[in-house]
């Protein structure tokens, strides 16, 4: 059986948002952070969740919003280059630097 495996050893960094310009910092809760707080991008470097293994590093642009009982809030996310869906938990609850509720407000506006 195959299932997915989530790695956080050593990915959990700071970076700077590519698409905002945002400083990132690191999440506080033991997770990984794999998206800028302030605009909700992210970009495609996982194959599979905190893998680091994807070549396309293409801009993962935030086009939707869910909720989940077991993960609460995740933001969908497309990769404009190859287009990969992805999902991203919210990081709602980090103390220094939570994800913008408003950003994630206007995921479920009508385009």
Known sequence: MTGRRFTVQGTNNAFTCEH???DVL????GSVRNHCPVCLHSKHVDIQPG???STCLGD???????QSGKKG???LHRCTQCGFVGRNKAALDDPQQPDDWDA????????
Do not use: H, K, S
């Not at 690191?26 to 809760?29: D, E």
């Not at 993962?60 to 869910?66: A, D, F, I, K, S």
């Not at 994630?104 to 385009?111: D, G, N």
């Open 20 to 22: 905002c310009g945002a």
């Open 26 to 29: 690191p999440l506080q809760n």
């Open 51 to 53: 893998d680091r293994a």
């Open 60 to 66: 993962m642009e935030p086009v939707g919003l869910e």
């Open 73 to 75: 809030w995740v933001i």
């Open 104 to 111: 994630m407000i206007a995921l479920t506006r009508p385009r």
